[in-house]
């Protein structure tokens, strides 16, 4: 399958400082990326859909200015946790679409996940 | 919006058992259900998946159904390994290019020897 890149795999920082993890597509271009969150035993949640070019689509309820999206190229998209909190740590995963062949034959790929702790 | 439920959140079975987690959606325009492979610490990986103009899909050990009528479609695992142990998320979406997957809450698989 496609191969999605995430980075830092693990980030340790302190409160107030800011946080930026990339998410990039190696072997094929994703016009749409998709960053998820996710809790100790519990389920991916989606926080936001970058789109190539174009401003983030973000989830209800998660802050649009807290969780900075840029999707400058066809391969690569960041996150950039602003003014981390405790409350912020946990387990950031990006993923890409990628075309299998043909109209609505979309695949999700993963990224292997950045877990963010604040202290 | 869509809403995936997931049956169960944990299964244990023995080394050689089969295991079968099921899950149901909600929004009928939903076309494609991917199932997730999740070890710790790490994003989860495609194992398989199927769109709705197929009942049911096969990969060696792993078999996917779809009853697009009820709603609901279930993975299939035959002869467990203790490597099969992992969470496993089912998944829904309109499978066009640019809509997100919305996941279920995960069934924690433990498969002992």
């Known amino acids: 399958g496609a191969v999605v890149s995430q980075h830092p795999s693990r980030v340790i920082c302190k409160s107030g400082t800011s946080v930026k993890i990339e998410c990039r597509s190696l072997d094929f271009q994703a016009t749409t990326m998709f960053w998820y969150r996710q809790f100790p035993k519990q389920s991916l949640m989606l926080m936001a859909t970058s789109n190539e070019g174009s401003k983030a689509t973000y989830e209800q309820g998660v802050e649009k200015d807290k969780f900075l999206i840029n999707h400058a190229s066809l391969t690569l998209s960041t996150l950039t946790v602003t003014s981390a909190h405790p409350e912020d740590s946990s387990f950031y995963i990006c993923s890409a679409s990628a075309s299998t062949g043909g109209a609505g034959r979309e695949k999700l790929f993963f990224g292997s996940g950045t877990q963010l702790s604040v202290l | 919006g869509e809403n995936v439920e997931q049956h169960p959140s944990t299964l244990s079975v023995q080394e050689g058992d089969s295991a079968v987690i099921k899950c149901t959606y909600s929004d009928s325009a939903s076309n494609y259900f991917p199932w997730y492979k999740q070890e710790l610490g790490k994003g989860p990986q495609l194992i398989i998946d199927?769109?709705?103009?197929?009942g049911e899909k096969k990969d060696q050990r792993i078999a996917v159904t779809l009853n697009k009528t009820a709603k609901h479609f279930s993975l299939h695992i035959t002869e467990t390994q203790p490597e099969d142990s992992a969470v496993y998320f089912c998944?829904?979406?309109?499978?066009?290019?640019?809509?997100?997957?919305?996941f279920g809450k995960g069934t924690t698989l433990s498969v002992s020897s």
């Open positions: 199927i769109r709705s103009n197929v």
């Open positions: 998944a829904a979406s309109t499978g066009q290019a640019g809509t997100a997957l919305i």
